[in-house]
């Protein structure tokens, strides 16, 4: 399975068991040095079960993903964060 999101990818790998639905709007941050390589996209479909998620449109840019941790390798962790943006927090 391809963790990483490439340039022109509509089908994505997030977390499984998440209540995400279609119509909701999410973020895709940067993994690169340019920090304006981020994707804002609508999902269309969220499997719970796999994870797999499906996207309105095509990402822009290329967000690296991996199954663990790269700080041993690097120094720094650069697994791409996945925001959802239209819900609500209340603590």
């Known amino acids: 399975m391809q963790l990483s999101a490439k340039k022109g990818d509509t089908t994505i ?8 639905v279609s ?3 999410i973020y895709l941050a940067p993994t ?8 804002y996209v609508n999902v269309v479909s969220y499997d719970q079960g796999s ?3 499906v996207t309105d449109q095509p990402l822009q840019y290329y967000h690296f993903g991996t199954g ?4 041993t390798d690097y120094g ?5 964060e ?3 943006l239209n ?3 209340l603590i």
């Open 82 to 84: 996945v925001v959802l």
């Open 32 to 39: 690169a040095m340019q920090h304006l390589h981020s994707d």
């Open 68 to 71: 663990s941790t790269t700080k």
């Open 23 to 25: 119509g909701d709007q």
């Open 87 to 89: 819900r609500n927090v």
């Open 76 to 80: 720094v962790d650069m697994r791409g």
């Open 13 to 20: 790998y997030v977390d499984p068991g998440l209540d995400w």
């Open 51 to 53: 994870g797999i998620l």
